[in-house]
Structure formats: structure tokens, C-alpha cells
């Protein structure tokens, strides 16, 4: 099979950026022979060396990062013209790959993708939902959602808004241990630990207090590592939680969760959109953001209850 040049490029990046020629050959749906001979090409071609190779990684030498650098300014390029002349939405086409954490992706931006898909019938998605951060990167993935601070990186971060926290338990619960009606209380109530599914890293129970963060130590019998297991098991009377107030939304209203300590709340978190620093942003990714950041803004952000006066 013959490629162009922009092919070959494309091919060489994404190489690069897997570290290796079966994972790239995997993600770009081709041979994996097809991708060894398009860098054998190239290195024909430019009459240098690109990759150091090993039996466990692939790695780009001096060339081959030089060349990395002009490849991705030419593959943005080529993407930016084809897209002058893909104006109406009808005419945005491709897949693109979506990473969200489980429940905003389950309750909240699967149930509205068909508008999406209705107003781009040529744009395929793939989502992505779990609780681990995932590598945008070495899983070839356009944009993804963090909840919570940022680590330090290359990405390009788009702020959504502040996610708010609130402290809940059930109604069972509260019945059997009583309502706390201040932090000192604590000593008497048991918690649903949450664990960092990244670190494994227990977290405190927090709470802002006369402009000051403060934290402690919850009494707990369980532990788990996603939102989801977390709401379970307070629905099952197990402790009290610290959840994101549109996770809760319906038990709420329901009167099977009850918020507690109002005045005692932790600091929102912060939610942002992330995607690989290119000097063009495709169309069909930027058409999508838009999409994205507004259907948090509206089904996350603006029902949330507002935050009591005196936090």
C-alpha cells in the first residue's frame, strides 16, 4: 500500500507517541508491518536513523525528535486547510476518543450525546468512562474530564467551573446515630472512606471554617475507590460521605440522602477539559468542547444547591 507524505508523518508521530509499532499499528487499525515500513521509508528518505529500537520500547533519537517536532506542525497544518473547506456541521467527520469519570459519563453526558451526534452525523465517539486517570498520550485519547487539582503537564487545560461538595447520610442512618450538628460531633459518626483509585491514598474529611481549610481523620469500616461505591454504600446506612452535590441530586429529592453540616462544607472542586497541546485544535475536537463544556455548566453546575452564606 502506498502512503503520502502526510500519511507517512502521521504513522511516525503516532509511533512516537506509543513507543512502540504494535501499539501504534493498533490504535491506527493497520499492519503492524504496514507501520515498520512507513518508518523504514521515511529513514530512507531523510537518510537518517529516526528510532532507537529495543524489544520493549521505541524511542525517537535526535532526528527522530526533530523531525517529530516539523511532523505534528505539518500533520496540524494539513488538518487546518482540510477544515476550510468543512464549514457546515454536516461536513466534520471522524472519531474522536473521550475519557470521563464514570458517573458524569453514565448520568450526565451519555444520556445527551444524541443531540451531539444529531447535529454531526459524521463524527463517531468514543467514550471512555472510569475513575483512573488515563495517559492522553500513549492511549491516543483527544480530550479527557479531571475532577479535582491539576498535576503539572503539557496539556491544554479549559477551565469548566467549580464542582460542589456537599456532606450527606442517609435517612436510615441519621435515625440510628443521630445528626451531627457541628464537627465536633464527628467523634460520635462513622464514615464511608474514599480512596484514591490512583494513589490508594485515604481522604480526609474536610470542611472550610471561619476562611480556613481544615481536615481530619474519619472512623471507618469500608473503604472504596469510585463515587459510585461510595453513594451505595451510604445509601446502605454505612456512614456518612463527601460526594459532588449533582451525584446526589435525586436521592435528595427523594428524601433517601440528607445533606448534613450545611454550614461545614468542603472547597468545590475543580472541573476542567484537557486535550494534547496543538497549534490547531481540529474542527470536529473543538466543535465537541464546546458541546462538552456546556452540557457540565448546565446539568453539573447550575442545579447544584447554592453554598450556605456564612462558609
Not at 459532588?244 to 476542567?272: I, S
Request: proline share 7%; with cysteine.
Amino acid at each position: 500500500m502506498a502512503l503520502d507524505r502526510i500519511e507517512l508523518f502521521r504513522i511516525f508521530v503516532r509511533v512516537v507517541d506509543c513507543a512502540g509499532f504494535s501499539r501504534a499499528a493498533d490504535q491506527l487499525d493497520l499492519p503492524r508491518s504496514t507501520v515498520s515500513e512507513a518508518v523504514r521509508s521515511l529513514e530512507q528518505r531523510l537518510g537518517a536513523r529516526l528510532l532507537h529500537r529495543t524489544t520493549r520500547r521505541v524511542t525517537p533519537t535526535q532526528d527522530g525528535l526533530a523531525l517529530y517536532e516539523r511532523c505534528q506542525l505539518q500533520i496540524a497544518d494539513m488538518d487546518e486547510t482540510e477544515q476550510l473547506f468543512r464549514q457546515a456541521p454536516q461536513a466534520l467527520a471522524g472519531r474522536l476518543k473521550v475519557d470521563l469519570p464514570s458517573r458524569i459519563g453514565r448520568l450526565i453526558v451519555a444520556p445527551a450525546l444524541p443531540d451531539f451526534l444529531r447535529q454531526y452525523p459524521q463524527i463517531d465517539v468514543e467514550l471512555g468512562m472510569g475513575d483512573r486517570a488515563v495517559n492522553l498520550v500513549e492511549d491516543a485519547v483527544d480530550c479527557v474530564l479531571r475532577v479535582g487539582p491539576l498535576e503539572d503537564s503539557q496539556l491544554v487545560a479549559r477551565p469548566v467551573g467549580p464542582l460542589p461538595l456537599l456532606n450527606v447520610a442517609s435517612a436510615d442512618y441519621l435515625r440510628r446515630h443521630g445528626t451531627p450538628s457541628n464537627t465536633t460531633d464527628l467523634d460520635a459518626h462513622w464514615a464511608v472512606l474514599y480512596a484514591s483509585p490512583t494513589s490508594g491514598r485515604v481522604e480526609p474529611w474536610e470542611w472550610r471554617e471561619n476562611g480556613e481549610l481544615l481536615a481530619r481523620r474519619m472512623r471507618g469500616r469500608i473503604t472504596v475507590n469510585s463515587a459510585e461505591a461510595s453513594i451505595a454504600c451510604c445509601l446502605a446506612g454505612l456512614g456518612l460521605i463527601q460526594i459532588p452535590a449533582y451525584d446526589v441530586r435525586d436521592e435528595l429529592a427523594a428524601g433517601r440522602l440528607v445533606e448534613v453540616l450545611p454550614d461545614h462544607r468542603a472547597d468545590p472542586l475543580p472541573m476542567t477539559l484537557l486535550y494534547p497541546h496543538r497549534r490547531h485544535l481540529s474542527q470536529r475536537l473543538q466543535v465537541f468542547l464546546d458541546w462538552l463544556h456546556a452540557v457540565l455548566q448546565r446539568e453539573v453546575l447550575a442545579p447544584g444547591p447554592p453554598s450556605p452564606a456564612n462558609t
